[in-house]
């Protein structure tokens, strides 16, 4: 959609925790509201390093820079000023520069302040959403947007064509995406599955699994903090190069670089289970329509357990029991870091079941409407 001079200009603030979830959950967002809702966007955000990765043609060097459309701006280097500005997103309630409040609470129109929370399934989060607190000094309201499950949420964040992109992408494309990895295309008898997690998930023995199971698996693991685990698994041999697939059983490993977030799709596409981790991937899991294991970010006071739980709750409901039982079952081991070996044959046996039912659940998810459009109605909403 063609931005005009005139359109109301939104700035979003990040503050890389770890990890690329941050990162990656606000640069998808600043696009969607560009791209789909013809907004002047300004992503002001601490660490253009991590922004890089998921988006090589960020110039780390650059304190300010247009990519995509979106005005990047080095929030380590770069005074903000709020003038101007209609909404401005507190991503992951990170905290706005004390200079930047100060000078909002000056204006006689100040721009919307809104709090873009964590995502979780949990019924807590129908309730809480929507609702403003002041601010302790300057009394400015800052409204809670948290994504969501429900109708009664600010829903996922999804781009209008994905689906379209995701249903082309047929066993020509699939073979062009392995290709140009430098890969052959997995044979029809391999069940074909991506591993992205923390380095606390139970690799080996999940591994042990696969390789002694009597049906082939390829394993697909793009660079990440599982990679020495995987390799101390296939030994010496498991240092191949990215793009060699080599062995132990049944289980064939083909490391990948990790890959540009606008590439992450076909990956999650290609594949016929994937292991997700954190936020956005996880969503992307769930748009992709394929049965998937979500490793929550683990929290010290357990709340990743409670966050899991009630996704399960609701992901499971529509599935027949024996499969949604062996999915919960992994998924319970896999995020508590226990062992998984045993769980693994009933999980491999509930595959059609569970590719039925995470088609059916992508359209479900869909059909709750989507993230950025609730964020620009909402911000529209509270404008004075
Ligand atoms: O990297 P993460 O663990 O980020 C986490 C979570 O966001 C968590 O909620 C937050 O509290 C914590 O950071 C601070 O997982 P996540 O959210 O899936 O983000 C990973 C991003 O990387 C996502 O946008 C997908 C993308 N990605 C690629 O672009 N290429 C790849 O090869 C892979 C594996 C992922």
Known sequence: MAVTPSAPVWDIFCKVVDNYGDAGVCWRVARLLHHQHGLQVRLWIDRLPILQVLCPAIDVAAPEQVIDGIEVRDWSTLVAQPSGVDVVIEAFACGLPETYVSAMARLTRPPVWIVLDYLSAESWVDSHHGLASPHPSFGLPRWYFYPGFTA??????????????????????????????????????????????????????????????????VLVVPAGAVVPAVQGFFGATGSGTTGATVRRGALGLRLLPFLPQSEYDELLWACDLNLVRGEDSFVRAQWAGKPLIWQPYRQDDGAHHRKLQAFLQCYTAGIETGAGAALSAFS?????????????????????????????????????????????????????
């Open 332 to 384: 319970e081991a896999w995020s508590a870091s226990t062992p998984v070996r045993a769980l693994w044959p009933a999980l491999r046996a509930s595959r059609d079941e569970l590719e039925r039912h995470a088609r059916n659940w992508s359209a479900e998810l869909a059909d709750l409407g989507e993230m950025s459009a609730k964020l620009v109605e909402f911000g529209r909403n509270k404008v004075k």
């Open 152 to 217: 009664a949420t600010g829903g996922l964040p999804r781009e209008q064509d994905l689906f379209q992109r995701r249903d082309a992408f047929d066993a020509v494309a699939r073979a062009g995406f392995w290709r140009r990895l430098g890969m052959s295309v997995p044979a029809r008898d391999e069940f074909v599955v991506s591993l992205f997690a923390y380095a606390q998930a139970p690799v080996t023995d999940l591994l042990t699994a696969m390789a002694e199971d009597p049906r082939p698996t």
